[in-house]
Nanobody
Framework: QVQLVESGGGLVQAGGSLTLSCAASGIIFMPNTMGWYRQAPGKQRELVATISSGRSTVYADSVTGRFTISRDNAKNSVYLQMNSLKPEDTAVYYC?????????WGQGTQVTVSS
């Protein structure tokens, strides 16, 4: 059974920074892709950024240049450095692992950006 645990969310003022972390445990195979998604109230869950085990990255246009995704393969962990945060970044952020055709999700961590 694969489990994902996120941490690092919180309340920050606009223009501030936060770093999210996600650690995966269980039987995990390489290669795989890990990523971050977010869901704001009343909106659908959307992609923020993904990173493959080979460290290829994809970013949503709305976060390009402000957010950086990284990973530590030895720790099965993924990170999201978020800079220049905006109120519209407020959402629950979810970590996802795509492994052997299955998606695994974390429980989510709240990020709130005040104006």
């Amino acid at each position: 059974q694969v489990q994902l645990v996120e941490s690092g969310g919180g309340l920050v003022q606009a223009g501030g920074s936060l770093t999210l972390s996600c650690a995966a445990s269980g039987i995990i195979f390489m290669p795989n892709t890990m990523g971050w998604y977010r869901q704001a109230p009343g909106k659908q869950r959307e992609l923020v950024a993904t990173i493959s085990s080979g460290r290829s990255t994809v970013y949503a246009d709305s976060v390009t240049g402000r957010f950086t995704i990284s990973r530590d393969n030895a720790k099965n962990s993924v990170y999201l450095q978020m800079n220049s945060l905006k109120p519209e970044d407020t959402a629950v952020y979810y970590c996802k692992l795509y492994n052997l055709g299955s998606n695994y999700w974390g429980q989510g961590t709240q990020v709130t950006v005040s104006s």
